[in-house]
């Protein structure tokens, strides 16, 4: 659809800016002397009608003949010999008229004679105003092929986002179903009813994760249920060794978070902290609000002589990455250690609905 139609505010600017155009051209064939004000009103509203109309066709030209895709001098020589044509078709219709004009009424005795001087500067003021409009369209096509441009870049950057946060999401899981299975392999021989109550454990988890692959967000009451399950999978293991405290805000229950975004945390601070402490250790799980976000604090006991662990970190590079990839410079993420003590502050918006992105 032509762009001056295809908006109502368009096609009101288009007349009116007609209007200042008349004007002007009104005020040239007065300066000579030879036509008066009346005539030329008369002569430069006809002017400016057919030029108006002139210059809508010429999008219909340039549409056909897009920069990108035309030679220069193609484009050129075309909408030159556009413009003298055009040109030349409104002043001999203008000619037509002021003839009409004095042969009909007493009014505009001569007119045509007197035009005559004054051809010329209709033929520029014609191809003026058909080059500015095909330059004007140019414009146009330009703006929008640059929105286009912007929207299938944003387009692709949502969608490689999704990726990022599917495949990273999916990370999750089979690197706890890993170390679980593992710890099931060292019970089934030393403790074979410990085993088996740790299979249902993490069956019963796996379970609840079912389904949290198509979700972006979940309440986090729902998170803290799936790290409160987590864990009774590893207290099979660990027993009395692992001590879990919690100081939730209970207003921070219905903000929406990542799915699994807690767990990797935990499993962090059971594989590399706990697990290398002869008498154990305590988490300390906490959410509140803090200017405006939600804060949320994992801490954990853990020895710092122990040597690190292969794949040390999994769990937190790909918190961190999740976190990025969904809220960018909006979410923080700190790890850092005090004394005895592991520390992992979150820092993100408190979502308190479902967000599709």
């Known amino acids: 659809m032509h762009p001056i139609f295809s908006h109502s505010r368009r096609l009101l600017f288009y007349v009116l800016i007609w209007i200042p155009i008349a004007g002007l051209v009104s005020y040239l064939l007065v300066v000579p002397g030879a036509i008066s004000w009346r005539e030329s009103l008369l002569l430069s509203g006809v002017l400016c009608i057919l030029t108006a109309d002139a210059c809508l066709a010429v999008w219909y030209i340039c549409r056909v003949m897009p920069l990108e895709k035309t030679e220069f001098g193609r484009l050129v020589l075309t909408h030159l010999a556009g413009a003298v044509v055009v040109s030349g078709i409104i002043v001999y219709v203008e000619i037509l008229l002021a003839r009409l004009m004095a042969r009909t009424t007493r009014w505009f005795p001569g007119l045509a004679t007197r035009l005559s001087p004054e051809v010329p500067l209709m033929v520029g003021v014609a191809i003026a105003t058909y080059l500015l409009a095909a330059a004007f369209y140019y414009v146009i096509f330009a703006l929008e092929a640059s929105k286009q441009a912007e929207a299938r870049v944003l387009q692709a950057s949502v969608l490689a986002r999704d990726a990022e946060l599917k495949a990273l999401k999916a990370q999750v899981n089979p690197h706890f179903?890993?170390?679980?299975?593992?710890?099931?392999?060292?019970?089934?021989?030393?403790?074979?009813?410990?085993?088996?109550?740790?299979?249902?454990?993490?069956?019963?988890?796996?379970?609840?994760?079912?389904?949290?692959?198509?979700?972006?967000?979940?309440?986090?009451?729902?998170?803290?249920?799936?790290?409160?399950?987590?864990?009774?999978?590893?207290?099979?293991?660990?027993?009395?060794?692992?001590?879990?405290?919690?100081?939730?805000?209970?207003?921070?229950?219905?903000?929406?978070?990542?799915?699994?975004?807690?767990?990797?945390?935990?499993?962090?601070?059971?594989?590399?902290?706990?697990?290398?402490?002869?008498?154990?250790?305590?988490?300390?799980?906490?959410?509140?609000?803090?200017?405006?976000?939600?804060?949320?604090?994992?801490?954990?006991?853990f020895d710092p002589e122990a040597p690190p662990r292969r794949r040390s970190g999994v769990g937190l590079a790909n918190v961190r990455q999740r976190l990025l990839a969904r809220y960018g410079n909006r979410a923080t993420f700190d790890a850092r250690t005090e004394g005895g003590r592991f520390c992992v502050a979150i820092r993100l918006p408190a979502e308190t609905e479902v967000r599709a992105s």
Do not use: W, Y
């Not at 405290?245 to 978070?257: A, S, Y």
């Open 177 to 301: 179903l890993f170390n679980s299975l593992n710890s099931i392999s060292a019970l089934t021989s030393s403790d074979p009813l410990r085993a088996r109550e740790m299979c249902i454990l993490l069956g019963d988890f796996l379970r609840r994760t079912l389904g949290l692959g198509e979700k972006l967000t979940i309440p986090l009451e729902e998170e803290l249920s799936l790290v409160r399950s987590f864990l009774a999978v590893e207290k099979v293991r660990f027993g009395a060794r692992i001590q879990m405290q919690e100081h939730i805000e209970k207003d921070t229950m219905g903000v929406f978070v990542p799915p699994l975004l807690l767990q990797p945390l935990v499993e962090n601070a059971v594989v590399h902290g706990i697990a290398n402490l002869v008498e154990g250790g305590s988490i300390r799980l906490d959410a509140k609000f803090q200017n405006g976000l939600l804060a949320i604090d994992v801490e954990n006991s």
